[in-house]
């Protein structure tokens, strides 16, 4: 299983960036997606996250600004992301748990994608 995230790059404060993540492989079907961010010198933090059924959570710094979705038939979660802030500014990484098919039976898993930039410049 692969995650391949895209659309990261340099905005304006108050602009807006949407990013995207799609898995790839042999999967049964993903249950939750996540979007996390990591600043220099941070910890990897949690940005949203998404169940199946399109249930959602936020972090509080980013309500109300950011809006995370899923494509269940593409296994493909989006991160709109709007009123950015230079506070936003960080490697973004999308989280997936998915099951996926054994040769013994099933398996649930948790993969990541590479990372894509954010930039923010007040």
């Known amino acids: 299983v692969q995650l391949q995230a895209s659309g990261g790059g340099l905005v304006q404060a108050g602009g807006s960036v949407r990013l995207s993540c799609a898995a790839s492989?042999?999967?049964?079907?993903?249950?939750?997606m996540a979007w996390y961010r990591q600043a220099p010198g941070k910890q990897r933090e949690l940005v949203a996250e998404?169940?199946?059924?399109?249930?959602?959570k936020y972090a509080d710094s980013v309500r109300g600004r950011f809006t995370i979705s899923r494509d269940n038939a593409k296994n493909t979660v989006y991160l709109q992301m709007n009123s950015l802030r230079p506070e936003d500014t960080a490697v973004y990484y999308c989280?997936?748990?998915?099951?996926?098919?054994?040769?013994?039976?099933?398996?649930?898993?948790?993969?990541w994608g590479q990372g894509t930039q954010v930039t923010v410049s007040s």
């Open positions: 998404i169940t199946s059924g399109h249930s959602t």
């Open positions: 492989g042999t999967i049964i079907n993903i249950n939750e």
């Open positions: 989280n997936a748990e998915v099951k996926t098919l054994m040769g013994w039976g099933t398996s649930v898993n948790p993969y």
